[in-house]
């Protein structure tokens, strides 16, 4: 028999990630995207995502990593 593994960025978000998230998001939307540009806003927010779901948790951690990947 073949046991499935679940792996943690394969899980769906529950509503305190997406909150950890969108705080996250907001943020550095305010500090990075001011004049609306929808590409670099949806850009923000994969990279955010992703990044939370590979693991990185704190709030700080998680804001440099983005503005890394982003590279700035």
């Not at 028999?1 to 907001?26: G, H, W, Y």
């Amino acid at each position: 028999m073949i046991r499935s593994e679940t792996r943690r960025n394969q899980e769906p978000l529950n509503s305190e990630d997406l909150a950890k998230c969108q705080q996250v998001f907001e943020r550095l939307k305010a500090e990075i995207c001011p004049l609306d540009d929808q590409e670099e806003t949806n850009r923000l927010a994969a990279i955010t995502i992703e990044l939370y779901r590979q693991g990185v948790r704190t709030e700080d951690q998680l804001r440099e990593m983005v503005a890394a990947a982003r590279g700035h």
